[in-house]
């Protein structure tokens, strides 16, 4: 069952167009959406959250469309940025405090139990924490709320390795207890390690969005590693 | 709507907000223009607004489980509550002044504006105003404040400066009338600032739930 839809999403500015992007967002299913910088990844994702407004096209989650009903879709899902961090200058414990009112799902032990499997300490504050660390809080947040899907902006950018591969196995852990994670990045390596389904989007357009199998299977050529397919893909978008 | 009023309150909000609502008591200075008091609760609030663009804090209240518009109602909540416990304080200053310190020599000798109601009815147009034009200014791009901010200074020391002066002009004296003198003229001049500072509010509210719908994050 698909957890969202986004269907014909067009936004244009003056340097810059998103061109009918569509795909979908499984239940239980990690879903990697890649493409270099500047190709419309975080345009898209912020048109999902309405967070900026698409001149045409649809964004529904659980069935339901975004507009009109904004604030319980919110309560379902969870999100995250890799760099950003707000109020940088409060405790995570009294950023929680005001965040976990409006959840009515809030969960105190899922989140006592994040805040130890990320060894986070409550008391620091972001401006404190490293940017692998910064992830981990935003995530902590969104995980508990109990969101059903987790939508994170480039959340492996500025990781160290460890951190990265640290992060690949909670999404992957999260997979297994149903919840949906789609995440943008331009690190092919996090793709090829825990995505199940690949949304490519190059100059505003998606060029593919199916299950990771199918689009090696579809693109690839003499054995190519999916980087390599990317790559020639991405050349040949630059070269037509 | 709770909710959102107490995240403004709790995480938004400057201490400044909070401790300049303490200009209220201006209204009790003699000989000085009273009516600096509401500007200076209203940069209190500017530092709110300062403080919370430095946190990121649009977004991060735009992605709270709630209606974007909601976001919006919230910060306005805010802004009214301070304004209206800074009215308070002015309000008990005025009656103080308008009945127990009626014959003191500071307020009878005093040249300024004199704290009765009619002066409370402009404080609370002026409040309107910073509504207005640097709040609604503000979420035209939920980013941007110094244009809103100066605007708003410039109309403010004018009204204060016009307020000072209209008790000078022959026919208007009535404006600074000492305790419960005229008191029908007061108290209507004090509706008159309260039904303006509803409709300027109202109307910024609904143009800036509206502005901040279309904004592109």
Redesign the interface.
């Known amino acids: 069952m698909d957890r969202a839809e986004i269907r014909g999403l067009c936004k244009r500015y003056p340097s810059f167009e998103l061109k009918d992007v569509s795909f979908s967002i499984g239940s239980g299913r990690i879903t990697g959406f890649i493409g270099r910088n500047g190709s419309g990844k975080t345009t898209t994702i912020?048109s999902m959250?309405?967070?900026?407004?698409p001149d045409s096209g649809e964004v529904s989650f659980f069935g339901l469309p975004m507009f009109g009903n904004?604030?319980?879709i919110?309560?379902r899902i969870g999100?995250s940025t890799g760099t950003?961090?707000?109020?940088?200058?409060?405790k995570i414990r009294?950023?929680v405090?005001?965040?976990k009112?409006?959840?009515d799902t809030w969960d105190d032990a899922a989140y006592r139990k994040y805040l130890d499997l990320f060894q986070l300490d409550e008391n620091k504050m972001p401006i404190e924490l490293s940017e692998g660390m910064k992830v981990k809080c935003n995530l902590l947040m969104a995980l508990s709320h109990r969101a059903e899907i987790l939508i994170l902006d480039e959340p492996t950018s500025g990781l160290d390795p460890f951190s990265r591969s640290e992060l690949l196995e909670i999404f992957t852990s999260l997979k297994h207890d149903g919840v949906a994670v789609f995440f943008s990045t331009h690190i092919i390596t996090d793709i090829e390690k825990c995505a199940d389904d690949i949304v490519y989007i190059s100059h505003g357009k998606i060029v593919a969005a199916s299950s990771k199998d199918d689009f090696v299977s579809n693109y690839s050529e003499s054995g190519e590693s999916l980087e390599d397919i990317m790559l020639r893909l991405e050349r040949s978008v630059l070269n037509a | 709507m709770l909710n959102i009023l107490r995240k403004e309150a709790g995480l938004s909000a400057s201490a400044l907000s909070y401790i300049f609502i303490a200009f209220g008591l201006m209204f009790l200075l003699p000989g000085y223009p009273i009516l600096c008091g509401v500007f200076f609760v209203t940069l209190g609030l500017f530092q709110s607004f300062q403080k919370a663009r430095e946190a990121n804090d649009t977004v991060f209240s735009a992605l709270l489980p709630i209606a974007k518009k909601d976001v919006v109602k919230g910060r306005y909540l805010f802004v009214c509550l301070i304004e209206l416990c800074s009215l308070l304080i002015m309000a008990i200053t005025v009656i103080i002044r308008m009945t127990l310190l009626r014959d003191a020599v500071p307020y009878t000798h005093n040249a300024l504006m004199n704290a009765n109601f009619f002066a409370l009815g402009v404080a609370f147009f002026i409040f309107g105003i910073f509504n207005s034009v640097f709040v609604g200014g503000f979420y035209k791009t939920a980013y941007k404040f110094a244009r809103p901010f100066v605007t708003y200074i410039i109309i403010a020391f004018v009204m204060v400066g016009v307020a000072e002066a209209l008790h000078y002009i022959p026919g208007l004296e009535i404006v600074n009338a000492f305790g419960t003198d005229h008191l029908g003229f007061q108290l209507g001049a004090l509706a008159v600032g309260m039904a303006l500072y509803l409709l300027l509010t109202i109307l910024s509210l609904r143009s800036s739930c509206r502005n901040f719908e279309k904004l592109d994050l």
């Open positions: 912020k959250l309405n967070l900026i407004h904004e604030a319980e919110k309560k999100y950003v961090s707000w109020y940088p200058r409060k009294d950023l405090a005001i965040v009112r409006f959840y």
